[in-house]
């Protein structure tokens, strides 16, 4: 099944083409590396996905329906994009991981975020720290965090482990892994190769804009 379809997608700034004529079918269940030089449109791409941007031209299809008939809120509800560069708002961590449930009218549930806590390294301890005390891994894996306190349908991720040593990139690596495994279809921008081989299914190249290639890993 076909969770999301790009068509004919293009995308301007400042009268500059980004996005060229983007099209791309991306299957439920898919685990996809995104790479490409700088410039090339890849965080653009992941950005229009997550319903941040309005596109120039084409069409945008969630579980085969266009991205114009959702509501934006409940879309984004179920396509979760982590940016690179971590946005913590408020003053503490709590507030960060409280959020997702508050803008479900439900309650804070402390034991599903203590075990995403544990899975990424983190004592629950740090609920309580002020936001411009953490490091920048710890603001990366707390980023992370909020978006996968619930799980969304759609992953999107923009170099989420480029703030971590080894260790907790492995760590973000194999939560990533298991949720895919569990159908959380994912999205992943990466600049090392050896990561966009690593529990990828499928990696794509962008050049200038575009698609340039297409390509099945086999991890067997």
């Not at 708002?89 to 479900?104: A, H, Q």
């Not at 806590?117 to 953490?134: A, G, P, Q, V």
């Not at 569990?182 to 499928?202: A, C, D, Y």
Request: aromatic share 8%; glycine share 6%.
């Amino acid at each position: 099944m076909k969770i999301l379809e790009i068509k004919d997608l293009q995308y301007k700034s400042n009268n500059t083409n980004i996005l060229n004529g983007i099209n791309l079918s991306v299957e439920k269940g898919d685990c996809i590396s995104i790479v490409g030089q700088s410039g090339s449109g890849k965080s653009t791409l992941l950005k229009v996905c997550a319903d941040l941007l309005e596109i120039s031209k084409g069409d945008i299809f969630y579980k085969e329906i266009n991205y114009k008939e959702y509501d934006p809120i409940e879309l984004r509800k179920n396509i979760s994009y982590c940016i690179q560069l971590p946005h913590l708002f408020g003053n503490t961590v709590y507030e960060n991981l409280e959020f997702p449930f508050k803008i479900r009218n439900e309650k804070f549930n402390n034991t599903r975020v203590k075990a995403l806590l544990e899975s990424f390294n983190l004592d629950e301890s740090i609920l309580c720290k002020d936001i411009n005390s953490l490091s920048g891994g710890e603001k990366q894996r707390i980023s992370i965090i909020r978006n996968l306190v619930y799980t969304p349908d759609i992953l999107l991720l923009d170099e989420a482990t480029s703030a971590l040593d080894n260790d907790n990139a492995k760590r973000v690596e194999e939560h990533i892994k298991q949720l895919n495994l569990r159908g959380t279809t994912v999205l992943w921008i990466t600049h090392s190769m050896e990561q966009s081989k690593g529990i990828f299914n499928k990696r794509i190249a962008l050049w200038e804009g575009k698609v340039q290639n297409m390509e099945v890993i086999n991890n067997g």
